[in-house]
């Protein structure tokens, strides 16, 4: 099992910043990739950015691409995402996911995650 806690989502401004944090607990060893996800009322949920939780290589979705950043605090197991120039179509519940499939990335970062957290959600005021 990975146990994955979000927090940092909060109502921002538009133009504002938000960092997401994610704590990664349990079968850490195991991890392969770690990542976030962002979900809006009536639509899909979204790939937004993922780590290969061994190797640090990053990996960004079109949705927010330019305005974020994603990195990861090996000694602490936490990953975080730092958003800027945030709009108001960030609005959105915003899930870290892990895999600990040997394969992931292979078609997708966004792809093959098997472990949830429950989300935090993000609120861009205009």
């Known amino acids: 099992q990975v146990q994955l806690e979000e927090s940092g989502g909060g109502l921002v401004q538009t133009g504002g910043s938000l960092t997401l944090t994610c704590e990664v607990s349990?079968?850490?060893?195991?991890?392969?990739?770690v990542g976030w996800h962002r979900q809006s009322p009536g639509k899909e949920r979204e790939f937004v950015a993922a780590?290969?939780?061994?190797?640090?290589?990053?990996y960004y979705g079109d949705s927010m691409r330019g305005r974020i950043t994603i990195s990861r605090d090996s000694a602490k197991n936490t990953l975080n995402l730092q958003m800027n120039s945030l709009k108001p179509e960030d609005t959105a519940v915003y899930y870290c996911?892990?895999?600990?499939?040997?394969?992931?990335?292979?078609?997708?970062?966004?792809?093959?995650?098997?472990?949830w957290g429950q989300g935090t959600q993000v609120t861009v005021s205009s």
């Open positions: 996911a892990a895999s600990t499939h040997r394969g992931w990335g292979r078609t997708g970062p966004q792809y093959e995650y098997n472990y």
């Open positions: 349990g079968r850490t060893a195991e991890t392969v990739g």
């Open positions: 780590i290969a939780w061994p190797t640090g290589t990053e």
